[in-house]
């Protein structure tokens, strides 16, 4: 496993004081409760409420391929899943997780199990998921960046906001938001709606 992704960061650093990382002192320790590490050909992630965070998942049976986010990894690249809802920051307050490999970081937040029944609901949800996303983003750049770590010139950035399939696929509700994103976040990244991403 080669940790040299999440090293060249520098995430103890930046994130300075945050009790996630008192107990970090070798690279096998970013696995206890921060990230976890896969190398699979398709990968799955799952945003799992009995576990309180995101994980990866064998498959996607009995849950449905829109209640997860698929990584296709043909070359077996170690890609590190950071834990960052309810681990990295408070309950409620970013996005679900992020996903890591030497070239590549992706923000994913899940809402696949936000009840989708009126325009306002689903526009409420879209709303919510961009500034989730945008949050984390910002905030994680600007840490990284506090300590000398410009991650938009080190990694190819992206984030996902992953809905069921009850919710139309409104694309121009879908670049305001995206535009919003973008705004919010003072970044040129992208935000995208799909629940698949190809390293």
Known sequence: MDFEAIKRLKLKAAYFGNPIFKDIHKDEDFLNELFECDNKGSLFIHDDASVGHSV???DTYGLGSDKTFQIKNDNHEDVFLM???????DKDTKCDCAF????ELGFVEFKANATNNTTKAIKDNYEKA?????YTYKDF???CRAIGIEIEEM??????AVFNRTV?????YQKMISAKFQKE???HTILHFKNKHTL
Request: with cysteine; glycine share 2%.
């Open 130 to 134: 961009c500034k989730q996303l945008a």
């Open 83 to 89: 834990h960052i809802d309810g681990v990295l920051y």
């Open 185 to 187: 976040a003072e970044t």
């Open 56 to 58: 990866y998942i064998a």
């Open 141 to 143: 750049r600007d840490k």
């Open 100 to 103: 890591l490999t030497k070239n």
């Open 168 to 172: 139309p696929n409104n694309n121009a």
């Open 155 to 160: 990694l190819s950035i992206n984030s996902f």
